[in-house]
């Protein structure tokens, strides 16, 4: 049976590319081939144009970005810091941080070729911070709609790392 590697994003430039990757986003590279670079995420970043070579007839089977039909989703403990930095450097938005329906805080932005990446902040967290707000258990299972042991395994460690040792 086939084993699932990873997603590729055909880019303009890779260098570009993994300059914002590695820079703003903090990824590693594990791989450099030169027209392709993969990260220790398991994403691929390759050339375009080489792409295309892969293909064929570009009339048939062209490569396109910005197509909003997909996006690259990465997690941070803290989203807002990030956004705020990503907004220093430059990089367009399609939205500054928003709270989506079942709590978790999410921002969206376009990579330099138009590649949709979003960061949110981990699930667990969600709940955590809910809680803390002051939340109880059976509201968070209604608005994040996780299952109750996510939501019970979220809030003991949290319990267990404020307990004194």
């Not at 392709?36 to 009339?59: C, M, N, P, Y």
């Not at 109750?148 to 395994?153: C, R, T």
């Amino acid at each position: 049976m086939p084993r699932f590697i990873g997603p590729l994003l055909a880019v303009e430039d890779v260098a570009v590319s993994r300059a914002f990757y590695e820079g703003l986003l903090g990824q590693q590279v594990k791989y450099d081939f030169g027209r392709d670079v993969t990260f220790t995420g398991g994403f691929t970043i390759h050339l375009k144009s080489h792409f295309q070579e892969l293909l064929g007839d570009a009339r048939q089977y062209p490569v396109a970005t910005g197509t909003h039909n997909g996006e690259l989703y990465f997690e941070d403990e803290q989203p807002i810091a990030c956004a705020q930095r990503l907004e220093r450097a430059g990089v367009p938005f399609i939205h500054c941080v928003q709270e989506q329906a079942w709590g978790q805080r999410v921002v969206r932005f376009y990579d330099p070729d138009r590649h949709i990446i979003e960061i949110g902040e981990p699930m667990d967290q969600v709940v955590r911070r809910l809680h803390d707000e002051g939340m109880p258990a059976e509201a968070i299972l209604k608005k994040t709609k996780l299952p109750g042991s996510f939501v019970e395994a979220a809030l003991t460690a949290t319990h267990a790392a404020t307990m004194p040792r």
